[in-house]
């Protein structure tokens, strides 16, 4: 069992930068995957980026590729979402998850965190 929790949301206008923040309850296993994802308001809930946390891989839904990067702190417990270049289509609410298998479907990632809502005006 662990714990999510999102922080680093905001209002930021079209171009601007946002740094999220995902904090667990444990330290995150080496073999274990942690995603982000998004909700837009009448939209499915869609994948971002993913990371596996001990070898570092990572990978990104084409429409942030080159935009935002994940990272992991040193500590073992925060990953982080840097999103530049942001763009109205970008608002959404932002959630991380955590599970074992490398994924991008929501399904996939038992663990979840509230989210944190992140809006970009033009």
């Known amino acids: 069992q662990v714990q999510l929790v999102e922080s680093g949301g905001g209002l930021v206008q079209a171009g601007g930068s946002l740094r999220l923040t995902c904090a667990a309850s444990?330290?995150?296993?080496?073999?274990?995957?942690v995603g982000w994802f998004r909700q837009a308001p009448g939209k499915e809930r869609e994948f971002v980026a993913r990371?596996?946390?001990?070898?570092?891989?990572?990978d990104y839904a084409d429409s942030v590729k080159g935009r935002f990067t994940i990272s992991k702190d040193n500590a073992g417990n925060k990953l982080h979402l840097q999103m530049n270049s942001l763009t109205p289509e970008d608002t959404a609410v932002y959630y991380c998850?955590?599970?074992?298998?490398?994924?991008?479907?929501?399904?996939?990632?038992?663990?979840w965190g509230q989210g944190t809502q992140v809006t970009v005006s033009p």
């Open positions: 998850a955590t599970g074992a298998q490398w994924s991008t479907t929501v399904t996939d990632y038992p663990y």
């Open positions: 444990r330290r995150i296993y080496s073999s274990g995957v």
């Open positions: 990371i596996r946390y001990g070898l570092g891989r990572t």
